[in-house]
Every structure is written in C-alpha cells, then in structure tokens.
C-alpha cells in the first residue's frame, strides 16, 4: 500500500546527536512506519560557523545504531537531492526572489551597529526593539520599503551587504493547529520581520526549512518544542509561496531529573549518566562524551527508554520491541508537558532487556571480557555461569564483578563479612569439611547439599556456623548464586584448595 506520508529529521551538525534529537528521529520514525511513509534525513548545514567536520557521520552512526536508518539522505536514495543545505544553496536565492517579487519580503541594509544603537534606544525607554511593521516604513531604519529601487540596486551592485526579511502581516490574528497541541491563535503584530537569506549567501534555517520541506513533499513537521515560536513564520512562508502546509507537531522537552529546565550535558555530566547515544571525541579539543552504545546498553533498551519520554500507550506495558512501537505509536497520545529523565529507570530498562536475551547470546557478549582478562573457559562453562547470574546483572560489564569467583580463587576476604563470620573454632569446622567433601562421590550440586547439610545436622551445629564461612572461603565475600551450583561448577580440587587457602589467610 503506497503512502503519501513523508516525515523528515533535520539535524544540525554542529557536534554530537543529543538524546533529544534522538528520540525526535524515533518518533518521525515510528509515525513514518506506522503509515508505510518514508523517513528522510536532511543535514541543515546553512550555519557554516559552527559546522563540525565528523558530526554528520555520527549522526548516521547513531541512527544506524538505534535500528532507526533513514529511506532518503545523503548517498541513499536521492530522489529528492542533495540532502545537505550547504549543497543546495543557489537554490533558496530563486525563492528569496520570489518573495520580494510577491512582497512578502524586502531587502535590508541595516549594520549590525545602527540595529545595536537602535536596541540600547529603545531599551533606555523601557522598549524592546522589534524589527517589524511598527519601524520599518518610518524612514528609521535602511530598508527596500523606504528605499527607491534605484538606490536599493545601487547599493547592491556597489556591494552593499544586506539580508532578505519576510514581512509579517499586520492585524491578523493567526490560527494554527498542532497535532499534539490542537489550536494556537498569534496576533501577527507580535511578529518581527525575520531574516530569511543572510549577507553571507546562504539562507537561514526557516527558509531553507520551508523550501526544503516543500520540495521533497514532506507531509508532516514533527520537530521539537523549542520551533513552535516559529510556528507562525513558516506558516505564513507557506501562504506567501502559495503551497499547501505540512501538518505541525511539536514534542515536548526532554527535561533535568532534578530540577526545571531542558536535559543538557552537563546534567550528565554532573550526575554520570550519558546524554549521546555514541561516544563522542570533540577534534579540537579532544574532549570526550560518554555514550550509551559504549557504556553497555542495548540499543532496543535505549529506544524503549527514549520511546517513553513524552509518550504512552495508555496501558500498563512498558517493554516494547521496535515492530510494537510502531504498531502502537501514535501523536495523540504524546504529551504537551515535557517529560523528566530519569537514569534509574534508564537502567531498569537495560536490565528487562538483560533477561529477554537467551544465555548464549549473553555467552557471545561475555567471552571477549574473559578474553581480555586472560581466561580461557569451555562456552558450555561460561554459559552456565551466565545463566547463574544474570537476573542480578544491569550490563554484561557487570558479569565479571557478579562471577569471578567462577574462573579464579577470591583475591582478597570481605573485611566486615570475615569479621562477622569467621569465628573462633572456624577453621577447625572447615577442615572437618574438607574431609566431608573429599568423601562425597557424586559431587552434582543436589548430592553435595544433602550430604554436607546431613553432616551439619548430624553435628547439631548451626547452618550459618557452617555455611556462611564456606561462601567466604569460595567467593571472597557472602554474594553469589546457589552455594552448592557454585562447589558442582568449579570442583571438588578448587573448593577443597579455595578452604584451605581460606583457613590460612583470614
């Protein structure tokens, strides 16, 4: 069934991929999906000051991590190309014309120091100084509409530098509906005179946006909170050129776990957690962002995470495969309010992902751990470890702090755990068992319980006398799965050495 659903995500590439945009990127995907539409990826690069060399290919980087690829973009699929704004710039100087020649927009010459001196005026009268219908006829300020057009090409062809300004309408009242946010009214007199094409030749975001948006057929805008004040403008661009609008939403912000305002780095920083899907290293600095792929999440968890920020499905499931959130996915049910992040749930999250993966999959991820660590084991092994402990693992980086004690003797005893434990009349009992051990044939974790735990009773002795000093002796501290699966994995000659190296140690 064809679509005629076409969404876009229209990052800047001015450094690293904020989660922010990330989750942006899913919704446009999960609507573009859920309508068998097409999901475009354009690279707004107009800002060629703060352009960053390797931000593109991160940006791709990331989404192809996420499981979240584009249908359309650079070098894929160009039916609409280019897909960077630097490339396309001679194109938005034709449209820029087309509005001056409509007059919906005018030419202003204007130094940046006469609109300084114009702003510190208005500001020692108690104004704000606004560029638009109330100063921009009265001969004050340098513009096309007070200028004859000799003049105004006179200064153009002597070099004069000037920038192009969509002229906002007066005395109407604007209404705009948004798909999450329903109907907006704004008086057009509020409105200042944006600039749409810039002295530098390049156009600013909102006209290249329009353009682009209406030439590759967009059909829905869903971007974040922080465009809905030009909500407006780009509306009335879309009057002035006479094409028909996008449907408008904007989603809610991404917001601090403690506090007011919108999520940043340094919120990250400060409370270690990540706030960029990859791992970033800053060129010219050579700084370096955490990311979630490298700190050891799964990339569905991640998404599942991000999926909730802002959305619901008005159910009490919270675990999501990527084909459920598309099926499930819907506008409506994305929340005007923004949405607080919170790390703890981030990784609960991970860990729901943790135990939906099969004990090999999780074998794969940990052998090249046990790899680096020097150790050698059978997989069948190291499987049965995983699946020992993996309920109390959040990340496979956890696996060894959970298991050493599978693949080598304890280091080191727990201090408060020894001291608690290990009692005068110890070691006597633990050399007692050493012969009870050596003594049992069939040392399957079952046979080994019942045999050790009849010589306890039949010593009329306390199970912790016993028991919590042998954990000690074979874990280093009191942690660990089953007692009796850990003696059955790692053998009658470890655990016998593992007590004696106990009794003469602690």
Not at 125 to 148: A, C, D, P, Q
Not at 359 to 369: G, R, V
């Amino acid at each position: 069934m064809k679509s005629n659903v076409r969404v876009r995500f229209a990052p800047s590439p001015t450094g690293p991929l904020h989660i922010g945009g990330v989750r942006t990127a899913l919704y446009n995907y999960l609507f573009a999906k859920k309508n068998n539409g097409t999901f475009v990826l354009r690279i707004e690069d107009t800002d060629q000051t703060r352009y960053v060399a390797n931000a593109e290919k991160y940006i791709i980087d990331a989404l192809e991590w996420c499981n979240i690829p584009f249908d359309e973009g650079p070098n894929k699929n160009e039916k609409f190309g280019p897909y960077r704004q630097s490339e396309r710039k001679d194109l938005y100087k034709k449209y820029a014309d087309i509005l001056l020649k409509k007059g919906w927009a005018y030419y202003a010459f204007d130094t940046a120091e006469q609109l300084d001196s114009h702003r510190k005026g208005h500001e020692a009268e108690g104004k704000t100084f606004i560029y638009n219908w109330h100063n921009r006829e009265k001969g004050r300020l340098v513009n096309s509409l007070v200028l004859t057009d000799d003049e105004v090409q006179k200064r153009i062809s002597n070099g004069d530098k000037f920038v192009i300004r969509f002229k906002s309408p007066q005395d109407e009242t604007l209404q705009m509906e948004d798909e999450i946010r329903g109907n907006i009214s704004i008086d057009t007199n509020t409105l200042d005179d944006k600039i749409l094409f810039k002295s530098d030749g390049m156009p600013t975001y909102h006209l290249a946006n329009i353009v682009d948006d209406h030439l590759m057929e967009i059909s829905h805008v869903i971007r974040g909170e922080e465009w809905l004040p030009s909500m407006a403008l780009h509306i009335l661009l879309y009057r002035a050129f006479d094409w028909k609008a996008p449907k408008f939403a904007h989603l809610p912000l991404i917001l601090k776990p403690v506090g007011k305002g919108k999520l940043s780095k340094r919120d990250g920083d400060k409370l270690g957690f990540p706030v960029f899907p990859l791992t970033y290293t800053n060129e010219e600095s050579g700084d370096v962002s955490r990311g979630y792929k490298e700190d050891g999440y799964f990339a569905n968890a991640f998404i599942n995470m991000l999926a909730f920020l802002g959305w619901n499905p008005g159910t009490e499931q919270e675990i999501f495969s990527l084909e459920e959130l598309i099926k499930e996915f819907d506008l409506k049910r994305v929340s005007k309010s923004g949405a607080k992040f919170n790390p703890d749930k981030t990784n609960w999250f991970q860990q729901q992902y943790m135990q939906t993966k099969s004990d090999a999959e999780l074998t794969d991820l940990y052998i090249p751990i046990l790899s680096e660590k020097g150790i050698t084991k059978d997989k069948k092994y190291v499987l049965k470890v995983v699946s020992s402990i993996k309920e109390r693992a959040i990340f496979v980086e956890d696996f060894w702090g959970l298991s050493s004690f599978f693949f080598e003797n304890p280091k080191e005893y727990d201090a408060k755990a020894s001291k608690k434990n290990w009692k005068e009349g110890t070691p006597e009992l633990m050399t007692e068992l050493i012969t009870v051990i050596n003594s049992i044939e069939d040392f399957s974790s079952t046979n080994t319980e019942k045999e050790i735990k009849e010589w306890i009773t039949a010593k009329e002795i306390g199970f912790g006398k016993v028991m919590q000093p042998l954990r000690l002796s074979l874990v280093g501290k009191l942690a660990g799965p089953h007692l009796f699966d850990i003696i059955e994995m790692i053998g009658k000659q470890e655990s016998i050495k593992r007590i004696e190296n106990a009794i003469k140690t602690i």
